[in-house]
């Protein structure tokens, strides 16, 4: 049986993290360690997955690894051994590099499952805000930025339905349960 690879994507404050985590607790039992790899990227490693980046701020995931390159290459290589789950704003909704990937996972016979999250641009402006909150910074004043991204994720999504990939288009909520499911925690 091939290896699932879960791309989480989604605007600014769409709830990519929120399902990560929300995964990772779902998960809590089966969890093993944390790992660098030769790259430098972090992995949490359980028993059905490994998640790239670090988690350990508000905003996490491949949000907290230095590019894009060093992303694809530790989903690559994790993906040769086990079930992966990535997100983050800087690798989730692109479309070209998300083609290129799947080539690569395709040689390794893994499987990439887009899941993109459906909500709605005010609600992200909101989540964005209560992050800030918490971190004891004023609101955003301009959010063209989130708009931007957010325009990205159904273009991308959009384009990754034309060319045969079928993504998820769902809530945060639904992410969660649509992941456990991919990863047999149903």
């Known amino acids: 049986m091939s290896n699932v690879v879960i791309s989480i994507r989604g605007s600014n404050g769409a709830g990519k993290t929120w399902v990560a985590r929300k995964v990772m607790d779902r998960a809590e039992q089966d969890f093993v360690k944390k790992v660098n790899l030769s790259n430098g990227v ?17 905003c996490g995931g491949c949000d907290t690894v230095k590019t894009p390159g060093l992303v694809w290459d530790a989903v690559v290589e994790c993906a040769e051994h086990s079930n992966v789950i990535y997100e983050g704003v800087i690798v989730g909704n692109v479309y070209e590099p998300t083609i290129i990937l799947n080539e690569r996972l395709k040689a390794i016979d893994a499987r990439l499952v887009p899941i993109s999250l459906n909500t709605p641009f005010e609600q992200c402006v909101a989540n964005v805000n209560a992050r800030r909150a ?6 955003i004043e301009k959010t063209d930025n989130i708009l931007t991204n957010d325009k990205k994720n159904i273009s991308s999504a ?29």
């Open 42 to 58: 972090l992995i949490n490693v359980y028993t059905k997955f490994v998640i790239i980046g670090s988690y350990d701020r508000v």
């Open 134 to 139: 918490v971190e004891g910074k004023p609101p």
């Open 158 to 186: 959009r384009k990754l339905h034309v060319a045969g990939f079928n993504p998820h288009w769902v809530s945060a909520e639904e992410a969660v349960e649509v992941i456990c499911k991919e990863l047999g925690y149903v």
